[in-house]
Structures are given as C-alpha cells and as structure tokens.
C-alpha cells in the first residue's frame, strides 16, 4: 500500500538521531509529541521479525520528558496520576496512568524518580507539560515544570543485553526492570533505563546531550554488529502481540484506566491526594461499561485501521477496533478492540467492519496467548 | 524532493472531510493538533498561483475546539490572553495570543464569543484544552471545558465571496472581517466566519454535523465551478509572503508576544486580570531582545526549512530562519526569521546557513512589502 507523503517543517521537529534515522532508510514516519518518529524500516514484518530474534536501535526523541523540579513535584505527580507513588525510590520508574477530575486519560507516562524533588514523566503523545503548568499555576504549587533536551534512544530485542554488555561492560547488566542508573559515556553520565516500548527487552538512554547523539550511536551500532544489529521502532504488529496500548490509538480522554485494563496501576481506595482518584474509584465500584480485549480477526491481512472500526454483534453495535495489524507467528489478524458489557469475554465471536468487508473476530484475552494456546480458539 | 512517508493510524485523525481530500488527490500531509492536514494538491507553487487567483477549499478539521462553557467561562479566556477581552460582543472573533506567567506564548487561536458564558478558542498545534483544565481545576473555577467536534472548513481565495454569495445568497455577504453568524444548509445552522489562515480573504465555516461534511463540501465545490474552485490548504509561500507566523515553526513556547511582533493584541498595561500579562508588561518596558522579521534570500529555490537556519553578520551568530519558500511573485526566497536587537532593521544584510550552503539576504518588514516597493531593497 503507498503511504501518503508528510511534508516535514521545523513544527514536525527533527531528533539528534534523524541523520542516522534518514542514513537507514526509514521507510514511514508519524509525528508524535510535535516530533518525527520512524514506523518502519525494511517494512513492518520485516522489522517484526528482526526485533524478535535480534537487537534494534530505536530514536524515540519524541518520548519527551516533562520535568517537575521543586519543594512540590512529588505533590504533582501524585495528583495527576491514580497510581500511588509513596513508595517510590530514586533510581525507580513507574507506569503511571494520568488522570482527569473526570476518569479520563490525559497520558499515560513512565514516571522517574531522579531525586526526592525532581521527577521526569516520559510521556506519550499528548502536552502533558501544558495541563501540569495548568494545574501548578492554578494550585500555587511550588514546582518548576518544563520539557528539558532530552531525547531517548531505545536498544531494543532478545540480544539488547549483549548489545549493552559489549558497549558498557558490567555497568548495566544489574538494572532492573523500570529501574536506572547513570553510565559514563565519553565523560557525560547518561541515564539508562532497563525498559522500552516492546515485549522483547531491552534499555532506553535518556540522552541528553545532543553533540553526543550520533558518536552514541555510533558506537551502540558498532557495539551491536556481532548481533544483527538493525535500525527500527515501536512495530505496531510486536505492540498488538504483545498488549502494548497506544495513548491516541486505543485509549484516548473518553477512556478511564480501568477500561483499558489498567486496574493495576489504580489504586483507587489509596488516602494519597490525586486528582482522578475519585472518579476511578466510582467507576470501579460501579464496574466498567466496557473493556479493552485483543481480537483475532479471521481471514488475510487487511487495510490499516486509520479510524476505529465497528464492532457488531450481527445486530447491534456493541464495540470498535482501534488497532490491527496481520501477524506472521499467530498467522492471524491480531487487533485491539474496546467491547462492551457483555462481550468482552475471551471466545465470543464478533463481526468487524474492516475496511475489506466485515470479518469474524474472536475475542482474546490480552497479552494474546502464545500461538500454541491461542490455537485453543480457533 | 520526495517526501517521507507518513504513517497513518488512528491517532493522527481524519476529519469527515478526509475523503474528498483524497479523492482530489493530496499531494502531502502533516499532522496538527494530532489531525491529518494536507500541505498540497497539484503543489505548492501551483497550489499558490490558484489560492491568489481564484477560489480554495480547505479541509481546516485541525483547527480544533477548545469551548468554555460555565459562569467562569469568560474569566478562565481572559486569564489565559494578554489581549484584553472585556469589549468583545457576541458574535465576534478575536485574535488572542495565549501566554504563560513567564510570558512564553502557548497558543495564538482566534477566541468567538459565542454567548456570554461560551467561548471557542480556535487553535493552533498545542493542547490548549488541557492547559485549561489545569488552569480550571487548580483555580477552582466554574467552567466546563471540551473539544467539542467541531471541524472547520475554509472557503479562501479573491473569489471566495463570489462562490458564498452563489451557495448561501446574500447572507453571508454582511458578515465583517472576523465576525460570525449562523448560515442554515440542511435544516442546520452553520456558523459562519470572515476568516482563515489566508491573506487573500474568504471564510471559515465550523462543521459541527459529520453527517452533512460531505453534502456541504460538495455543495459549495458546485457553487464554486463557476470560480474555477479547486482543493487547497494553508499555502507555505502565501502564508510568508502575507506574514502569517505559524505556531510550533516561527514562535514556540520559547517565545514572547511581543518579539513575534504581536504587539498590537498585547494590552500590557491594563487592569484585566491575566497570567502573562505581568511578564509581557516587564519584557515591553525593558525592550524585546529580539524580533521576527522577514527575510528575502539570494539565489534559487532551496530545500525545506526543517529545523532552523542560523543566520549569521559575518561572524556571530545573531538569529535563525524559521520557515523559508520560493515566492515567485517575488521572485526570490522569502522567509521568516528571528533577529537578534541590532539588527532587525529592515535592509540589513545578513548570512544565512541554509541547507543548500551560505546564502546572503536583505531583512524586510512584515508582511512583505508588494516586489514593486520591494525592489527598494534589492
């Protein structure tokens, strides 16, 4: 399928890493956060394929970090998220859904606790920095929020460890999960994070220091030849696999966290201050009105889902596609649906209208179950 | 130069217009306020020549809505502009640009008084409603604000009042520059206005019916074939030549109202109770430190402007070019750039580091003065 053209200006910011991005033969590009993104390289499945069996540099610069420094930024970041942060240590990154008054999702963000007063919220497409200066000014608070020069490079697949460990030694192999610390390159301390937005593991350097961003890579890609090193980025078919929502894409402000099967990162009957708390707890002592479940959608690939798509129960319409994409290791149509009441129950059987017809989907648990057990619904 | 390509997907909307957009073959996209827009049809040049000579359709969907409704409605718009807001009638729009405490500029939508408790703030490519709702909330304030589905279409071009007077008749024709009023097409009142993101005048309708997008595109596309109407967008050298500055490309959060030569919407010595107003008070007496001017650049045609150009006097840097096109009523490069105090007089010489290599230019006023009195410079 040909891709329409984007017409890139200074508004569509490029990252430090564009160059290299540009050098590797990107293929398609989204904008995100007022930034460039990569979405493919060598094509969507090939891409999968490389990120599952091998090792990947992703520029996500677009991942933009909303700093909060000051006497209030803990008290911040409590209320715009529903997630207790009062245990969190420094050094420690959470998963954190932002808020509304209302339930709704303004962003939901890896919150990072650099210092008892200074947290970075890397946050996914949408201005965060607007609604915490908002909310500052309006609450007197103390805090200084802004958006630092800080992009991140992701070294992302099953070989990012070896990758890491042939370029930093020893110095990364104990960061766990969520976890970071600060490594030495060419005199500067990074910080790197064991996470990123893929099911196959890996870090993400928080790179900050834009002279040094492509002697980095550089020497990340030379660090990875040993192990098929490749350029790459979020692929939207590992996502789906793998249970990764998109802000924007299958959750957006009409949807609570609990909707979108973020219940665990809700803490609902907590006694800490947050601005969405309430409306949460209510909807979860009323219980949700829908759900958001994988779908397995019958037939060959389809059409990209460049809108929601509805969902039918040969009737009525009980609920939309946000995301699909054709999977080679399910070999299946793998989708993100939001279903209602009613039908969100692994098994049931929905129709779909694609943008090739209507289709048959079966609903799934989410992440989708390895394709052995998967098979168990067909 | 070929494009990248742009990956499509939920996230960056369509609007209901998007497929007579297609269908009248976009040339080029970009995205704004997480909205498909399109950048061209049969080009830029071409595109230009049409826009000054006879009559567009733009699908403007982006422009997105933030509406303030409530008792504060009126409170909460006057807070966030430095333009002062107490005079505006009912039916009137006003170009406002929003600040921050610090003076950095936000946004710079045009504000409608729709009632006098319910505003729509047009904006351009920043997250205004969630600005406002932290504003609300931490203020405490008694207004609702959403981004209601509202999906502008402009009519633009010198035929533009001939193709409305062929559509809606007389009712159209008395609506003054930036004022509004309903039109009915379909049973369902429309609001109408004397504006859009053109300086060759024509009219901005707000769609606020998906179901009828279609059935007005094609109504007003048929009063246009008289007027020789053809698809178009915000035009990149109509848009440089006419001094039109774009949010997120020639003004950012980094700067201030009044080096983006906003002067006249700045009213910093009222009593009208404002967040920036203090800041852009102090940077107005103690005298801006630099100014957005235009540029005419020596030589050819020259790549995009994709991140900005540093213009330089020979050896210090002393500004950059933010957006640059061919004009070829001009003919010459026209281009907006941010001077440094000392040298933003109109005829000043200055070096600029395009990528096409160093290339000389003459700073001008803005808008450009017409190529006649233009050539005084040359």
Chains 1, 2 share one sequence.
């Not at 060598?42 to 970090?65: A, N």
């Not at 969520?178 to 196959?200: C, E, L, M, T």
């Not at 490749?230 to 949807?255: A, H, K, Q, V």
Request: charged residues 20%; proline residues 6%; glycine residues 10%.
């Amino acid at each position: 399928m040909t891709l329409p053209a984007l017409a890139v200006s200074r508004r569509t910011r490029r990252t430090p890493f564009s160059p290299r991005v540009e050098e590797l033969g990107v293929a398609g590009y989204t904008v995100y956060n007022h930034m460039l993104l990569a979405t493919s390289f060598r094509g969507v499945e090939e891409d999968y394929h490389h990120l599952k069996s091998h090792v990947q540099i992703w520029d996500v610069g677009c991942e933009r970090q909303v700093e909060l420094k000051g006497p209030d930024a803990a008290r911040l970041a409590q209320l715009m998220t529903v997630r207790d942060l009062s245990n969190t240590q420094i050094g420690q990154g959470l998963y954190a859904p932002l808020v509304d008054v209302d339930g709704g999702m303004v962003n939901d963000p890896v919150i990072q606790k650099l210092e008892e007063d200074r947290f970075w919220l890397s946050v996914a497409d949408s201005d965060v920095w607007l609604w915490a200066r908002g909310l500052a000014y309006g609450l007197g608070l103390d805090v200084e929020v802004s958006e630092p020069d800080v992009w991140p490079l992701a070294i992302q697949g099953p070989k990012a460890d070896a990758l890491m460990a042939a370029a930093f030694g020893d110095a990364v192999s104990g960061i766990r999960f969520f976890g970071f610390q600060p490594v030495a390159f060419k005199g500067h301390d990074f910080i790197i994070a064991r996470s990123g937005w893929s099911k196959q593991g890996g870090f993400e350097i928080y790179v900050d220091r834009a002279d040094l961003a492509l002697d980095l890579w550089d020497f990340l890609w030379d660090a990875g030849r040993p192990f098929n090193v490749g350029p790459g980025c979020p692929n939207l078919i590992e996502r789906i696999e793998g249970g990764l929502l998109s802000y924007g894409n299958d959750m957006t402000s009409e949807n609570n966290p609990l909707e979108c099967g973020l219940d665990r990162y809700c803490h609902v009957h907590g006694s800490f201050e947050s601005l969405g708390r309430e409306a949460v707890a209510r909807i979860h002592d009323e219980g949700v009105k829908r759900k958001v479940r994988g779908l397995r959608i019958d037939g060959g690939p389809l059409k990209p889902c460049v809108e929601p798509w509805v969902v039918h129960d040969g009737s009525n319409a009980i609920g939309q596609v946000t995301s699909a994409a054709w999977s080679p290791d399910f070999a299946c149509n793998v989708a993100f649906v939001m279903l209602n009441h009613g039908f969100w129950m692994p098994g049931q059987s929905v129709r779909v209208e694609t943008l090739d017809g209507e289709r048959g989907g079966i609903v799934s648990e989410l992440p989708f179950p390895r394709p052995e057990s998967a098979q168990a619904y067909a």
